[in-house]
């Protein structure tokens, strides 16, 4: 289309190059041919210009103006198209919306505050998914990155060096054959850990070591983060480590105390026969990591309570076990809470990148529990061996679970896990004004 004269100057005028002011006819000329342009650029008229952008939905106000366009999805990402035009002053004004370009957000838009009812979304906002995406693979990159096994030195909040705590010497005179066991524990965690236990030990305090153990699948300790810290005696392995559980005063399993003590017969603080306890030829730190996961962070830890067990697979005992699994994860929730506001040394990036990559996965399962499903059922980014008929978890505890739900959406809000879904969306309210629909999608 040709350019008027002193055509350039008023492009520039106007805050955007690509901007051309053409004559009334030629504007309604190129108004016809919107519906002509290609996919990828639109030629939109708007207040008498001319101007070529990326755009998916139009919408026509056919009260105010009939030639007017208004564009309420965006589909470009070059920032020129952020200038601002000139327009009539009694155009329809929307604030602008759209991601953070690293991490997300809340999906709240400043000034705003009508509510729209759940699973409701707000025009303007077709790159969301595209830039969810790119923030998600940035997630898994950096929980990726997130080394199994690492050494690391500072240990001031090692259970086992706090004054007062462990109350247990420093080994500093370790024997030869005590050095080499370490170490060869060491190569075997390095080289063995399963996929969702990570560990650190200490360079300059080699009787020390940190776990990190995430919840299994299809257990009330789904996808929550359970740290241990552990120390090696001098009589090592001849007596086996000591394992503290940093519980944060919580008691979420039978085996694991409030007071952070394990009871476990590899250790040799509860009771067992044969391969059950701690052997000093074969037992490994390796293997008392995989026991307090698969044994004690299991589908019904109810049954791991002492005298329990005979009542497995009995209708009292299975309505007990349920029970239990529902305190269990309220309990959970309560210790991902804590893991995300005080996560220990060496573990401040991993516990908030693991709950960025797998805080959709646990609202999902409170949402699934609160509409009745069984505790513990969920498997992946589902949920699994559901009864739609069975409404079994009690008033209490869906109340309960949804004072913490809306604790972990404020949480993982503020780490960056899109919590859109689970949230009432909101509106300008001076959009109130009833319009037809004129959408024109092209």
Same mark, same amino acid.
């Given at each position: 289309?040709?350019?008027?004269?002193?055509?350039? +100057?008023?492009?520039?005028?106007?805050?955007?190059?690509?901007?051309?002011?053409?004559?009334?006819?030629? =504007?309604?000329?190129?108004?016809?041919?919107?519906?002509?342009?290609?996919?990828?650029?639109?030629?939109?008229?708007?207040?008498?210009?001319?101007?070529?952008?990326?755009?998916?939905?139009?919408?026509?106000?056919?009260?105010?103006?009939?030639?007017?366009?208004?564009?309420?999805?965006?589909?470009?990402?070059?920032?020129?198209? $952020?200038?601002?035009?000139?327009?009539?002053?009694?155009?329809?004004?929307?604030?602008?919306?759209?991601?953070?370009?690293?991490?997300?957000?809340?999906?709240?838009?400043?000034?705003?505050?009508?509510?729209?009812p759940w699973g409701c979304t707000t025009p303007g906002r077709p790159r969301k998914h595209k830039e969810i995406k790119t923030v998600d693979n940035k997630i898994d990159e950096?929980?990726?990155?997130?080394?199994?096994?690492?050494?690391?030195? &500072?240990?001031? &909040?090692?259970? !086992?060096?706090?004054?007062?705590?462990?109350?247990?010497?420093?080994?500093?005179?370790?024997?030869?054959?005590?050095?080499?066991?370490?170490?060869?524990?060491?190569?075997?965690?390095?080289?063995?850990?399963?996929?969702?236990?990570?560990?650190?030990?200490?360079?300059?305090?080699?009787?020390?070591?940190?776990?990190?153990?995430?919840?299994?699948?299809?257990?009330?300790?789904?996808?929550?983060?359970?740290?241990?810290?552990?120390?090696?005696?001098?009589?090592? @392995?001849?007596?086996?480590?000591?394992? *503290? !559980?940093? +519980?944060?005063?919580?008691?979420?399993? @039978?085996?694991?105390?409030?007071?952070?003590?394990?009871?476990?017969?590899?250790? $040799?603080?509860? +009771?067992?026969?044969?391969?059950?306890?701690?052997?000093?030829?074969?037992?490994?730190?390796?293997?008392?990591?995989?026991?307090?996961?698969?044994?004690?962070? $299991?589908?019904?830890?109810?049954? *791991?309570?002492?005298?329990?067990?005979?009542? =497995?697979?009995?209708?009292?005992?299975?309505?007990?076990?349920?029970?239990?699994n529902e305190s269990t994860f309220l309990l959970s929730c309560r210790t991902m809470l804590y893991s995300l506001r005080n996560p220990p040394k060496h573990f401040e990036d991993?516990?908030?990148?693991?709950?960025?990559?797998?805080?959709?996965?646990?609202?999902?399962?409170?949402?699934? !529990?609160?509409?009745?499903?069984?505790?513990?059922?969920?498997?992946?980014?589902?949920?699994?061996?559901?009864?739609?008929? &069975?409404?079994?978890?009690?008033?209490?505890?869906?109340?309960?679970?949804?004072?913490?739900? &809306?604790?972990l959406i404020k949480e993982f809000t503020r780490i960056g896990v899109h919590c859109h879904e689970f949230q009432p969306q909101r509106v300008n309210p001076g959009s109130t004004?009833?319009?037809?629909?004129?959408?024109?999608?092209?």
């Amino acid at each position: 289309m040709a350019e008027g004269e002193g055509s350039s +100057s008023r492009r520039w005028a106007l805050g955007d190059p690509d901007v051309v002011e053409v004559s009334p006819e030629a =504007a309604a000329a190129a108004h016809h041919r919107i519906g002509f342009c290609s996919d990828s650029t639109k030629s939109i008229v708007v207040a008498g210009c001319v101007r070529t952008v990326a755009h998916e939905i139009i919408d026509l106000d056919a009260n105010d103006d009939p030639d007017g366009v208004m564009i309420i999805c965006e589909r470009a990402s070059s920032h020129k198209s $952020n200038h601002s035009v000139s327009h009539p002053s009694d155009w329809p004004k929307h604030p602008k919306s759209g991601l953070a370009e690293d991490v997300p957000g809340p999906s709240h838009q400043p000034g705003t505050s009508t509510v729209l009812p759940w699973g409701c979304t707000t025009p303007g906002r077709p790159r969301k998914h595209k830039e969810i995406k790119t923030v998600d693979n940035k997630i898994d990159e950096k929980y990726k990155a997130f080394k199994q096994f690492d050494t690391v030195t &500072d240990h001031s &909040d090692h259970y !086992y060096s706090m004054s007062g705590k462990g109350n247990v010497p420093e080994v500093k005179k370790p024997s030869k054959d005590w050095v080499r066991r370490i170490q060869h524990e060491w190569k075997v965690l390095e080289k063995d850990l399963p996929g969702t236990i990570f560990v650190r030990v200490y360079e300059d305090r080699m009787e020390l070591l940190r776990a990190v153990i995430v919840g299994p699948a299809g257990t009330p300790y789904h996808d929550g983060l359970f740290f241990f810290d552990v120390y090696f005696p001098s009589q090592y @392995p001849k007596k086996p480590p000591l394992v *503290n !559980y940093r +519980s944060g005063g919580l008691r979420l399993n @039978p085996n694991l105390y409030d007071s952070g003590k394990v009871c476990l017969s590899l250790l $040799n603080t509860w +009771s067992g026969h044969g391969c059950e306890k701690w052997n000093p030829s074969n037992s490994t730190m390796l293997q008392v990591l995989v026991s307090i996961q698969a044994l004690v962070l $299991n589908a019904k830890p109810y049954f *791991n309570e002492p005298g329990y067990a005979a009542s =497995a697979n009995t209708p009292q005992g299975e309505k007990m076990s349920m029970a239990y699994n529902e305190s269990t994860f309220l309990l959970s929730c309560r210790t991902m809470l804590y893991s995300l506001r005080n996560p220990p040394k060496h573990f401040e990036d991993f516990a908030r990148v693991h709950f960025c990559k797998y805080g959709r996965n646990i609202l999902v399962g409170c949402k699934a !529990y609160m509409n009745g499903a069984q505790v513990g059922c969920l498997a992946g980014n589902g949920v699994q061996d559901v009864d739609e008929g &069975d409404k079994s978890c009690s008033a209490n505890f869906k109340g309960s679970l949804k004072t913490l739900f &809306d604790e972990l959406i404020k949480e993982f809000t503020r780490i960056g896990v899109h919590c859109h879904e689970f949230q009432p969306q909101r509106v300008n309210p001076g959009s109130t004004r009833a319009k037809a629909d004129t959408t024109l999608r092209l």
